[in-house]
Protein backbone atom coordinates (compact mmCIF):
# COMPACT_ATOMS: atom_id res chain seq x y z
CA UNK A 1 0.00 0.00 0.00
CA UNK A 2 3.18 2.38 0.63
CA UNK A 3 4.28 2.04 -2.77
CA UNK A 4 0.85 3.02 -4.15
CA UNK A 5 0.96 5.80 -1.80
CA UNK A 6 4.28 7.34 -2.93
CA UNK A 7 3.46 6.67 -6.68
CA UNK A 8 0.11 8.30 -6.30
CA UNK A 9 1.90 11.18 -4.70
CA UNK A 10 4.04 11.30 -7.00
CA UNK A 11 1.47 11.58 -9.70
CA UNK A 12 0.18 14.64 -8.10
CA UNK A 13 3.15 16.57 -7.62
CA UNK A 14 3.86 15.96 -11.11
CA UNK A 15 -0.10 17.49 -12.13
CA UNK A 16 0.79 19.92 -9.83
CA UNK A 17 3.63 21.24 -11.79
CA UNK A 18 1.54 20.84 -15.09
CA UNK A 19 -0.53 23.09 -13.16
CA UNK A 20 0.95 25.71 -12.81
CA UNK A 21 0.73 26.64 -16.54
CA UNK A 22 -2.81 25.01 -17.41
CA UNK A 23 -5.17 26.78 -15.53
CA UNK A 24 -7.76 24.09 -15.38
CA UNK A 25 -5.31 22.20 -12.95
CA UNK A 26 -5.01 23.45 -9.17
CA UNK A 27 -1.05 23.08 -9.10
CA UNK A 28 -0.40 23.98 -5.42
CA UNK A 29 -3.67 22.40 -3.72
CA UNK A 30 -2.60 18.92 -6.16
CA UNK A 31 0.98 19.15 -4.88
CA UNK A 32 -0.16 19.70 -1.14
CA UNK A 33 -2.40 16.20 -1.64
CA UNK A 34 0.65 14.85 -2.89
CA UNK A 35 2.92 15.64 0.21
CA UNK A 36 -0.11 14.51 2.03
CA UNK A 37 -0.18 11.18 0.78
CA UNK A 38 3.77 10.85 0.77
CA UNK A 39 3.05 11.39 4.73
CA UNK A 40 0.67 9.26 4.75
CA UNK A 41 2.94 6.29 4.02
CA UNK A 42 5.61 5.05 5.68
CA UNK A 43 8.62 6.29 3.29
CA UNK A 44 7.96 9.70 4.69
CA UNK A 45 7.01 11.97 8.02
CA UNK A 46 6.46 15.58 8.48
CA UNK A 47 5.80 17.38 11.20
CA UNK A 48 2.36 18.97 11.75
CA UNK A 49 3.95 22.49 12.12
CA UNK A 50 5.21 21.92 8.05
CA UNK A 51 2.23 20.58 7.22
CA UNK A 52 -0.17 23.28 8.74
CA UNK A 53 2.53 25.96 7.04
CA UNK A 54 2.64 24.56 3.93
CA UNK A 55 -1.08 23.85 3.74
CA UNK A 56 -1.06 28.01 4.69
CA UNK A 57 1.33 28.20 2.15
CA UNK A 58 -0.51 26.79 -0.30
CA UNK A 59 -3.97 28.45 0.66
CA UNK A 60 -2.25 31.84 -0.30
CA UNK A 61 -0.70 31.11 -3.16
CA UNK A 62 -3.83 29.79 -4.56
CA UNK A 63 -5.70 33.33 -3.57
CA UNK A 64 -2.59 35.23 -5.67
CA UNK A 65 -3.35 33.09 -8.27
CA UNK A 66 -6.78 34.69 -8.77
CA UNK A 67 -5.61 38.12 -7.43
CA UNK A 68 -2.52 39.03 -9.24
CA UNK A 69 -3.77 38.93 -12.93
CA UNK A 70 -7.01 41.01 -11.76
CA UNK A 71 -4.10 43.60 -10.08
CA UNK A 72 -2.07 43.79 -12.79
CA UNK A 73 -4.18 44.59 -15.18
CA UNK A 74 -6.23 47.20 -12.92
CA UNK A 75 -2.89 48.38 -12.21
CA UNK A 76 -2.28 49.03 -16.40
CA UNK A 77 -5.72 50.28 -16.68
CA UNK A 78 -7.14 47.12 -17.70
CA UNK A 79 -10.85 45.16 -17.14
CA UNK A 80 -11.68 41.98 -16.55
CA UNK A 81 -12.08 40.89 -20.28
CA UNK A 82 -8.57 41.46 -20.43
CA UNK A 83 -8.16 38.87 -17.19
CA UNK A 84 -10.68 36.77 -19.18
CA UNK A 85 -8.79 37.40 -22.03
CA UNK A 86 -5.64 36.50 -20.86
CA UNK A 87 -6.57 33.01 -19.17
CA UNK A 88 -8.55 32.19 -22.54
CA UNK A 89 -5.14 33.21 -24.36
CA UNK A 90 -3.28 31.16 -21.66
CA UNK A 91 -5.60 27.58 -22.80
CA UNK A 92 -5.52 28.42 -26.55
CA UNK A 93 -1.44 29.14 -26.71
CA UNK A 94 -0.70 26.18 -25.20
CA UNK A 95 -2.37 23.86 -27.71
CA UNK A 96 -1.77 26.43 -31.14
CA UNK A 97 1.67 27.22 -30.27
CA UNK A 98 3.67 25.01 -27.20
CA UNK A 99 5.16 25.94 -25.72
CA UNK A 100 5.72 29.44 -27.02
CA UNK A 101 1.89 29.97 -26.46
CA UNK A 102 2.31 29.75 -22.96
CA UNK A 103 3.94 33.00 -23.05
CA UNK A 104 2.27 34.87 -26.39
CA UNK A 105 -1.45 33.57 -25.57
CA UNK A 106 -1.99 35.18 -22.53
CA UNK A 107 -0.73 38.26 -23.28
CA UNK A 108 -2.60 38.41 -26.84
CA UNK A 109 -5.66 36.90 -25.48
CA UNK A 110 -5.76 40.19 -22.55
CA UNK A 111 -5.35 42.65 -25.73
CA UNK A 112 -8.42 40.64 -27.36
CA UNK A 113 -10.26 40.91 -24.20
CA UNK A 114 -9.65 44.84 -23.82
CA UNK A 115 -10.32 45.50 -27.07
CA UNK A 116 -13.63 43.33 -26.82
CA UNK A 117 -14.69 45.39 -24.39
CA UNK A 118 -14.19 48.55 -26.38
CA UNK A 119 -10.89 50.08 -25.36
CA UNK A 120 -8.65 51.34 -28.08
CA UNK A 121 -5.37 49.40 -29.20
CA UNK A 122 -2.79 51.43 -27.27
CA UNK A 123 -5.47 51.16 -23.97
CA UNK A 124 -5.65 47.30 -24.97
CA UNK A 125 -1.91 47.02 -25.15
CA UNK A 126 -1.14 48.55 -21.88
CA UNK A 127 -3.97 46.83 -19.96
CA UNK A 128 -2.87 43.53 -21.45
CA UNK A 129 0.73 43.52 -20.24
CA UNK A 130 -0.64 44.05 -17.07
CA UNK A 131 -2.44 41.11 -16.94
CA UNK A 132 0.41 39.12 -18.97
CA UNK A 133 2.83 40.61 -15.78
CA UNK A 134 0.42 39.62 -13.31
CA UNK A 135 0.16 35.95 -15.10
CA UNK A 136 3.62 35.43 -14.91
CA UNK A 137 4.24 36.55 -11.48
CA UNK A 138 1.10 34.01 -10.55
CA UNK A 139 2.82 31.40 -12.39
CA UNK A 140 6.27 31.99 -11.03
CA UNK A 141 5.15 31.99 -7.57
CA UNK A 142 2.94 28.64 -8.24
CA UNK A 143 5.66 26.96 -9.53
CA UNK A 144 8.22 27.79 -6.95
CA UNK A 145 6.08 26.67 -4.50
CA UNK A 146 5.66 23.24 -6.64
CA UNK A 147 9.01 22.73 -6.92
CA UNK A 148 9.57 23.03 -3.29
CA UNK A 149 7.22 20.39 -2.66
CA UNK A 150 8.76 18.15 -5.19
CA UNK A 151 12.00 18.73 -3.43
CA UNK A 152 10.58 17.48 -0.24
CA UNK A 153 8.91 14.27 -2.17
CA UNK A 154 12.30 13.37 -3.40
CA UNK A 155 14.64 14.24 -0.31
CA UNK A 156 12.46 12.19 1.93
CA UNK A 157 12.54 8.94 -0.69
CA UNK A 158 16.24 9.31 -1.22
CA UNK A 159 16.63 9.94 3.07
Known sequence: MDVVLVV??????LLAVIG?????LPGPPLGY????????SSYAQFSTLFLISLGAVVLVVSLIDYLVPILGAKRFGGSKMGVIGCLVGLVIGIFVLPPIGIVVGPFLGAIAG?????????????SGFG???GYLFGTGVKLAVCLIMVYFYVARLIQ
Open 33 to 40: AGILLLHI
Open 131 to 133: SFI
Open 114 to 126: ELINGDDLKKAIK
Open 8 to 13: LAGILL
Open 20 to 24: CFLPV
